[in-house]
Nanobody, 122 residues
């Protein structure tokens, strides 16, 4: 299973970006899928998570500015980021609990993407 993020880049403060994360491989199903971010010198922190049923949880820093959604038919997660601030600069990682095919049937594993850089300039 691979998680591949895209959509990062350089944007001015107040601008917007849309991140995508596509899961591929022996995916049977995806439970919780989420965005984390990590700035230099900081710990990785949750930005937003969405359950299979669509229940969403946002970090306080993301509320009212970011919106996450998922397309289960495409195994894809999105993060729409608006009103970006300098402090949003970080590497953004996709995380997913993926049910994969195994010899015995199926099992759930945690996966991370390689990250996509978001840089907000003044």
């Amino acid at each position: 299973v691979q998680l591949v993020e895209s959509g990062g880049g350089l944007v001015q403060a107040g601008g917007s970006l849309r991140l995508s994360c596509e899961a591929s491989g022996r995916v049977v199903d995806i439970d919780t899928i989420a965005w984390y971010r990590q700035a230099p010198g900081n710990q990785r922190e949750l930005v937003a998570a969405i359950s299979k049923g669509g229940r969403v949880n946002y970090a306080d820093s993301a509320k009212d500015r970011f919106a996450t959604s998922r397309d289960n038919t495409k195994n894809t997660l999105y993060l729409q980021m608006n009103s970006l601030k300098l402090e949003d600069t970080a590497t953004y990682y996709c995380y997913a609990q993926v049910v994969v095919r195994t010899i015995e049937g199926s099992s759930s594993f945690d996966y991370w993407g390689q990250g996509t850089q978001v840089t907000v300039s003044s």
